[in-house]
C-alpha cells in the first residue's frame, strides 16, 4: 500500500496507538478547525479500529463514530486526539442510529453502517490535500 492510500480502519503509523496500552476514553477530538468532543469509546482491532466521540452540545448530543485512519496524530501527554477531517465533514458524517448497533454493551456496529462510513470516508484517499471531495 502507498502512502497515498486511505486506510480507513486501521490507526496511521507515528499514531503510536497501536503500541501503547494507553486508553483513549476521555481524551479530547480536534478537527482541523476545532474541537468536536470527546472519545467516548475506542477500539484496536486490525481493519476493524475506530473511536466513538461523544460531540456533547456541539451537535446536540450525537455521537459520532470516526474511523481509526482518520486520526493524524495524538497527543498522549495532553490527552488530546487531532483527526483530518472538518467539523461539518464530521457533523456531515452517517448519523451512528441505535439500530447500526448489533450489542448495546461493546459498541459493535453492523456491516450496513460500517460500508456507510468507509463510502463516506474513503471518497478522500490520501487525505487532506488530496484534491478530492470535501
Do not use: C
Not at 37 to 53: F, L, P
Not at 101 to 128: A, H, I, K, M
Request: hydrophobic fraction near 30%; avoid cysteine; glycine fraction near 10%.
Amino acid at each position: 500500500m502507498s502512502h497515498n492510500d486511505f486506510d480507513a480502519w486501521n490507526y496511521r503509523e507515528g499514531t503510536d496507538v497501536s503500541s501503547r496500552q494507553d486508553d483513549l476514553a476521555g481524551f479530547k477530538v480536534h478537527a482541523t478547525d476545532g474541537h468536536i468532543g470527546k472519545i467516548d469509546a475506542a477500539t484496536r482491532e486490525v481493519d476493524d479500529s475506530y473511536v466513538v466521540v461523544d460531540t456533547g452540545p456541539w451537535i446536540f448530543g450525537r455521537k459520532v463514530l470516526l474511523p481509526a485512519g482518520t486520526i493524524e496524530r495524538v497527543d498522549w501527554d495532553e490527552k488530546d486526539v487531532y483527526v483530518d477531517r472538518t467539523k461539518d465533514e464530521i457533523k456531515d458524517s452517517p448519523e451512528l442510529r441505535d439500530e447500526d448497533r448489533v450489542d448495546d454493551t461493546d459498541n459493535t456496529f453492523n456491516d450496513e453502517y460500517r460500508g456507510r462510513l468507509s463510502d463516506y470516508y474513503g471518497e478522500r484517499p490520501g487525505g487532506p490535500g488530496d484534491g478530492a471531495r470535501v
